[in-house]
C-alpha cells in the first residue's frame, strides 16, 4: 500500500484525471479533493482535520432572520468574500476582520461574510458587510430536504456520482487501503446541492454589486468557490488573499500544474516569499508576494500592551493535532504551572466541542482560550515560548519574538522542515520534553524579522489599484 502523502495523492489524480471529473457542469472531485484526501489520512494514518458541530434549529432560524435583509451594495469596485471570523479589538469593543476591513475602508467595497461557529461577531464597526446566512441557510435546508424525501433530483445525482466514483473509490482501495465510497459518496452529493444552490445566490450578487475584482479569504470556502467559477464566466478578475501559511501537505494548496479548474481564483496573495516554493497551485494561477498589513500595523500596539512575559508559555491548538496539543499542554501544566502561566489557544472551531472532546483541558493550572474576545497576537506578544505543530501562528510567534518548540505529530516533522533543519528548532514527542527544554531555556529562537514582506498595505493596494483602474 502506498502512504497517503501530498505527493501519491497528486499522483493519483494524475493518473485517474479526477480534476477533470464533471457532473452537471460541476468538477465534483475537485469540489470534494481536500475532504477526500482527508479521508484517506484519517482511515491510514489517523490524521483528520476537526469537523464543525451540526447547526441547531434555533441556529437556523436566526440565520433565516438575517437571510430577510436585502442586498443593496451596488457597482462595487472590490468585493471581498470574509471568512467571519472576527476578533474583539480591547481597546474599542469592535470586532474586527484581521484581512478585510482595512483594506476594504480605502475602496468602494462590500465584505460578504458568512456565519463562523454558526454567528457572527457583533459589533463589526464596519457599514459595508452583508450576511451571508441566506445561502447557508439554503443549503442546509437543501440538503436536509433532498435526505429526508429522497427527491428525484437526489436520486439521479446520488447514482451519477456512484457511477463515476466507484473505480476511483475501488482504485483508492487498491493504492491507499481504505474502502471509503459508502460513507463519501453521498458527502459529495450533498457537495453538488452546496456549490449549486450556493453559486445561483452569488450570482444575484454580481448582478448587483458588479465588482471589478474579487477577493477571497479562503478560496475553497463554498461561496469563494462560487465566485472563482462565476468570476471566470464573467470576466471578473479574482484574488484569494492568503489567511495564513500555506504547508506541503496541505492539499488546497497542492496541485499538479496542468489543473487550470475554474473554481480557482486567479492570483494567490501570499505573505512572504518563502511560501513560493511550497505552495503549488496550476500554473495559470499568478503568485504574487504581498506581506500581511495586519501583523505588520499590530505588532508594535500588542507588543506595547503586553510586555513580554519570560514566564508565559503559550501552546497553540490545530484542528488535526488538537487532541495531542492538548495533553501534552495539560501535562506540561500539571509539571510547571504554579511556576509558569501556560495559555492554550484553541483554534476557533473548536469552542464548540473541546469540553467534551479534550475534557483534560479542564484544569486550574491551564489558562484555555475559548473565544475570540482577544486576538492570539495577545498571548504571543507577552509568551516566551509557543509550543505546537504545524500552523501560521508559529511564523507569527516567531515575528512576536517567541522561542519555538515543535511537537512530533501528524505530518509536523515535514512541513516545519525549514525551522527544523535550518533554524534548529527542536521537534519533541511528549510533554517531559517540553518541559526539559523550558526548564534549560533550550527552545528554538528564528530571528523575527524577515516573516513578512514589508509594506504590505501598500503593496495589496498596489495591487488592487492595478487592476480596478484599468
Known sequence: MKEPTIENFLAFEREHKCNQIEIEGMHVWALYRYEIHNAIKAATVGRTEGDEAPFTKKELLTMALNALKPFKYKNVDVLFIGNGRRTKNPDTGIYEDIYCDEIAKNYNSVILEHPENHGHCIPNGMDNVYFTDKVAFQTNLGVKLSKKFNTRKRQNRTAEV?????????????????????????????????????????????????????????????????????????????????????????????????????????????????????????DNVQMKTVGFPFFEKQREHYQAANPKNDKAICFISTLAEGE????????????????????????????????????????????????NENHIFKYLAESAIVVSTRTASVWEG??????????????????????????????????????????????????????????????????IDNIIKK
Open 398 to 463: 516567531i515575528g512576536f519574538g517567541c522561542k519555538t518548540i515543535l511537537l512530533n505529530y501528524g505530518d509536523t516533522a515535514v512541513n516545519m522542515a525549514y525551522f527544523i533543519n535550518e533554524k534548529n528548532v527542536p521537534l519533541v514527542d511528549d510533554a517531559d520534553q517540553v518541559v526539559d527544554l523550558i526548564k534549560r531555556d533550550a527552545a528554538g529562537y528564528v530571528e523575527p524579522d524577515g516573516m513578512f514582506e514589508p509594506g504590505a498595505f501598500k503593496n495589496i493596494c498596489t495591487f
Open 162 to 282: 456512484t457511477r463515476i466514483f466507484t473505480p476511483l473509490f475501488d482504485a483508492i482501495q487498491k493504492d491507499f487501503g481504505p474502502d471509503l465510497a459508502d460513507k463519501l459518496i453521498p458527502d459529495i452529493v450533498d457537495r453538488m446541492y452546496y456549490i449549486d444552490i450556493t453559486k445561483k445566490y452569488c450570482a444575484k450578487i454580481l448582478d448587483k454589486a458588479k465588482p471589478k475584482l474579487i477577493i477571497e479569504i479562503c478560496y475553497y470556502a463554498m461561496e469563494s468557490y462560487a465566485m472563482s467559477i462565476l468570476g471566470h464566466e464573467r470576466g471578473i478578475p479574482t484574488a484569494e488573499y492568503s489567511h495564513g501559511f500555506a504547508f506541503p501537505t496541505h492539499t488546497p494548496m497542492q496541485f499538479n500544474p496542468e489543473d487550470h479548474l475554474t473554481e480557482l481564483p486567479d492570483y494567490e496573495l501570499i505573505y512572504s516569499d518563502t511560501q513560493l516554493p511550497i505552495v503549488n497551485l496550476p
Open 324 to 371: 495531542q496539543i492538548s495533553k501534552v499542554a495539560a501535562k506540561v501544566a500539571d509539571l510547571i504551572g504554579d511556576e509558569y502561566h501556560v495559555y492554550y489557544k484553541l483554534h476557533p472551531l473548536e469552542f464548540g466541542y473541546y469540553k467534551q472532546r479534550y475534557p483534560w483541558l479542564i484544569n486550574d493550572k491551564l489558562d484555555v482560550i475559548d473565544n
